[in-house]
């Protein structure tokens, strides 16, 4: 991993939704990689991305 990459990913970022096909139910995910995390999570487990929560 590059230092660029490695400083980008502690810029927090808000999560993405992630949609699931059988419920239609929206899941926050990770705005890097993609992969589900849960509400509260400060970084990605998979790939370390920091994560924003703060409504403005």
Not at 16 to 22: G, L, N, Q
């Amino acid at each position: 991993m590059q230092n660029n990459e490695v400083i980008n990913k502690n810029i927090q970022k808000r999560p993405i939704a992630i949609v699931t096909y059988t419920s239609g139910e929206q899941l926050p995910g990770c705005p890097t990689c993609a992969r589900r995390i849960s509400v509260g999570q400060r970084k990605c487990d998979n790939c370390g991305q920091a994560i924003f929560w703060k409504k403005s």
